[in-house]
C-alpha cells in the first residue's frame, strides 16, 4: 500500500533556532499532502495544504512566516519550523491522498523545543 | 463547511465488553467517512471507511461501523473489546469533491479496556 515516510520521528531543538520536517512518498506521487498539528489529548488540526509546485495554502491563524512548506517534487513536501519556540512543541503529522478515496498518513514527528 | 461530532471524549469498557464509539457528522455534500486508531507517540492508522455502497462497512481487528444517512451517523462497533484496543480513536469527514479535500476529524475518544 501507498506509504510516507516521515522524519524525524522525534527532534529536540533549542529555542530560537529551525527544524525541518520530512515526509516522502515512497511508493505514489503525492500531487497534495495536508500537514496537521496535534497538541497533547487533542485532535489534528489542519495546518496547510501544499502542492507539488505551487504555495502551500495556511489555515486561518497558521503563521505562513513560521511553518514554511515546500513541496518541490511529487514525492517529497517539506515543513520547516523557523525560528521555533517552547509553544512550537506539538506533534506533527503529514498525510497524503492516496487514489480517489484514500489518504495515508505519516508516522508523526514530536517537536519539543527547549 | 464540515464537521464531525465525536460524544464522549473517553469511553471506559470491560475486557470482553461490546465497544461503542460515538461520530455525528454535518456534510453539504454526500460524505465520505472514516475511522483512525492513534496509539501513543504515532501516527494515524485506518480502521475502516465508507464511501459509497453498502453502509455496514467492516474493517481491521474486528471493528465495524454503520454509515446512518437519516440520523447523520457513523458509529464504531466491536463486539468483544480486548486489552490491545486501548488507544485514541478519531472520526473523519471528506467531502471528496476535490484532490485538496482535507480530513476533518473530530476531537477523538480515548477508549479504555479494563481487565
Not at chain 1, 516522502?24 to 488540526?45: E, H, I, N, V
Not at chain 1, 504555495?55 to 523557523?82: M, R, W
Not at chain 2, 465525536?6 to 475486557?15: M, P, R, T
Request: proline share 3%.
Amino acid at each position: 500500500g501507498a506509504v510516507v515516510s516521515q522524519h524525524p520521528s522525534w527532534v529536540i531543538c533549542k529555542s530560537g533556532t529551525s527544524v525541518k520536517i520530512e515526509c516522502r512518498s515512497l511508493d505514489f506521487q503525492a500531487t497534495t499532502m495536508f500537514w496537521y498539528r496535534q497538541f497533547p489529548k487533542q485532535s489534528l488540526m489542519l495546518m496547510a495544504t501544499s502542492n507539488e509546485g505551487s504555495k502551500a495554502t495556511y489555515e486561518q491563524g497558521v503563521e505562513k512566516d513560521k511553518f514554511l512548506i515546500n513541496h518541490a517534487s511529487l514525492t517529497l513536501s517539506t515543513l520547516t519550523v523557523t525560528s521555533a519556540h517552547p509553544e512550537d512543541s506539538s506533534f506533527y503529522i503529514c498525510s497524503a491522498r492516496t487514489g480517489i478515496y484514500g489518504y495515508t498518513f505519516g508516522s508523526g514527528t514530536r517537536l519539543t523545543v527547549v | 463547511a464540515q464537521s464531525v461530532t465525536q460524544l464522549g471524549s473517553h469511553v471506559s469498557v470491560s475486557e470482553g465488553a461490546l465497544v461503542l464509539l460515538r461520530c455525528n457528522y454535518s456534510s453539504s455534500v454526500p460524505p465520505y467517512l472514516f475511522w483512525y486508531v492513534q496509539y501513543p507517540n504515532q501516527g494515524l492508522q485506518l480502521l475502516l471507511k465508507y464511501t459509497t455502497g453498502a453502509t455496514l462497512v467492516k474493517g481491521i481487528n474486528g471493528f465495524e461501523a454503520e454509515f446512518k444517512k437519516s440520523e447523520t451517523s457513523f458509529h464504531l462497533t466491536k463486539p468483544s473489546a480486548h486489552m490491545s484496543d486501548a488507544a485514541e480513536y478519531f472520526c473523519a469527514v471528506s467531502d471528496q469533491t476535490s484532490g485538496n479535500t482535507p480530513l476533518v476529524f473530530g476531537k477523538g475518544t480515548r477508549l479504555s479496556v479494563i481487565a
